[in-house]
């Protein structure tokens, strides 16, 4: 296994476009989170799945935002009509449930211009 | 409503000198915590935890300290190395009930 795998590593999109990214947790992980980075903060919580459930998903930042992980395997992070406020880096992290440490991919860089 | 608190952003530190990283937070329900290491084009990794039942643990070169009365937490790297330059955060969570929280992050940034 080689642990989180997110996808692309990054992104430059014009304003207004739409995105989506792609996470493959550790496969034997049921647990998937988003997060997003931006610079000089901590990773901010977006939404969580256990399996194909979304557990969480009010602290998405609007309804621009939308997560979907249609067969508890891979999970997609949809950005719609992107803004500059947007550009962050957006993480991605798996668990198993019933245990507390997540592993982390090293992100998609996104940049709205 | 930051709920994970780092309030020194960077931290230096000579080769081989103790560094000495603090959190404090403000949930009283946390009962977990835990500190990540993120190197630049990295995601975090996971470097040590501490219930919220015990008041240190220790790996190697590195300790935690919970101090539950004060909502206060430390990681201590001794010695350190420049291989530990990097962008540490503390987290926490209700165990297996909510999503982590982070905090802002602390740079260290060891001189050899």
């Known amino acids: 296994d080689t642990g989180v795998s997110q996808d692309p590593r990054h992104k430059i999109t014009k304003r207004g476009q739409n995105v989506t990214f792609r996470c493959d947790p550790i496969?034997?992980?049921?647990?998937l989170y988003w997060y997003r980075q931006t610079l000089g903060q901590g990773p901010e919580f977006l939404t969580y799945f256990q399996n194909e459930a979304q557990l969480e998903k009010s602290r998405l930042l609007s309804d621009r935002f939308s997560a979907e992980r249609p067969k508890g395997s891979f999970s997609t992070l949809e950005i719609q009509r992107t803004e500059q406020g947007d550009s962050a880096m957006y993480l991605c992290?798996?668990?198993?449930?019933?245990?507390?440490?997540?592993?982390f991919g090293s992100g998609t860089r996104l940049t709205v211009v | 409503d930051q709920q994970v608190k780092q309030n020194s952003p960077s931290l230096s530190v000579q080769e081989g000198r103790i560094s000495i990283l603090n959190c404090d937070y403000t949930?009283?329900?946390?009962?977990?915590f835990l500190w990540y290491k993120k190197y630049p084009a990295e995601g975090p990794t996971f470097l040590i935890s501490i219930s919220s039942i015990k008041d240190k643990n220790e790996d190697g070169r590195f300790t935690v300290f919970l101090n539950k009365s004060a909502k206060h937490l430390s990681l201590h790297i001794v010695p350190s190395q420049p291989g530990d330059s990097a962008v540490y955060f503390c987290?926490?969570?209700?165990?297996?009930?909510?999503?982590?929280?982070f905090g802002k992050g602390t740079r260290l940034s060891v001189i050899a």
């Open positions: 949930n009283s329900m946390f009962d977990y």
């Open positions: 992290a798996s668990s198993q449930s019933g245990t507390d440490g997540y592993t």
């Open positions: 987290a926490a969570s209700v165990r297996g009930n909510t999503p982590l929280v």
């Open positions: 496969s034997e992980h049921n647990r």
